[in-house]
């Protein structure tokens, strides 16, 4: 079974404009979280997709949005970009289907993204 | 605030021997706890968890503890080797809907393991 994709893993871009980081789910999988690496902050939750809807969100400001479409696949948005965005974008998804059953998330390489 | 806390910055263990990974947490709705391994350049890759209904739980050559009235949990690896060189990652989540696709991380620990 294919692991999780992201696309593209690579990109830099200048202060002030928008990013699409791309993801898809392993086969079967509905639930899709993203995560920031940075290396003083860690691995931070910034929201959760399942069914097309978002379930969860982390704190983080309003330029962090995302969707998921009906396959699954996953898209985040980060507008107005800054400086102190730059960081690993990391990609997870998960069986989970609801609130009482326990699922592993298994993650994609990561987009690293440089804010110049 | 910081709800999972791995205090050992790194590690390191001979080759052969055991290595033990610490993790501690302070929020009591955490309910579900799990370790990941992570090379430079590649996501985490899931290794082992556990719930709190358990204290105990083994995979090859993995193995996590649970101690919930301490909330502290540990992996033990044995026996180490060097292909398990890399940084691990503790992380847990609380059950109920604000759980939702939502893991609480730790800040990592790198493990060297040398030959």
């Known amino acids: 079974k294919a692991g999780v994709t992201q696309t593209p893993r690579y990109l830099i871009k200048t202060r002030g404009q928008q990013v699409t980081l791309s993801c898809s789910p392993i086969?079967?999988?509905?639930?899709v979280s993203w995560y920031q690496q940075t290396p003083g902050q860690g691995l931070q939750f910034l929201f959760e997709?399942?069914?097309?809807?978002?379930?969860n969100k982390g704190n983080f400001p309003g330029r962090f949005s995302g969707r998921q479409f009906s396959n699954s696949r996953s898209e985040m948005n980060v507008s107005t970009l800054e400086l102190g965005d730059s960081a690993l974008y990391l990609c997870?998804?998960?069986?989970?289907?609801?609130?009482?059953?326990?699922?592993?998330?298994?993650f994609g390489p990561g987009t690293r993204l440089t804010v110049l | 605030d910081q709800q999972v806390k791995q205090n050992s910055p790194s590690l390191s263990v001979q080759e052969g021997r055991i290595s033990i990974l610490n993790c501690d947490y302070t929020?009591?709705?955490?309910?579900?706890f799990l370790w990941y391994k992570k090379y430079p350049a590649e996501g985490p890759t899931f290794l082992i968890s556990?719930?709190?209904?358990?204290d105990k739980n083994e995979d090859g050559r993995f193995t996590v503890f649970l101690n919930k009235s301490a909330k502290h949990l540990s992996l033990h690896i044995v026996p180490s080797q060097p292909g398990d060189s890399a940084v691990y990652f503790c992380a847990a989540s609380p059950a109920g809907g604000t759980s939702y696709g939502k893991l609480t991380f730790g800040q990592g620990t790198i493990l060297t393991v040398h030959p």
């Open positions: 086969s079967g999988h509905r639930s």
């Open positions: 997870a998804s998960s069986l989970r289907v609801d609130r009482a059953s326990y699922n592993e998330q298994f």
């Open positions: 556990i719930s709190s209904i358990k």
């Open positions: 929020n009591s709705m955490f309910d579900y």
């Open positions: 997709y399942f069914s097309e809807t978002q379930r």
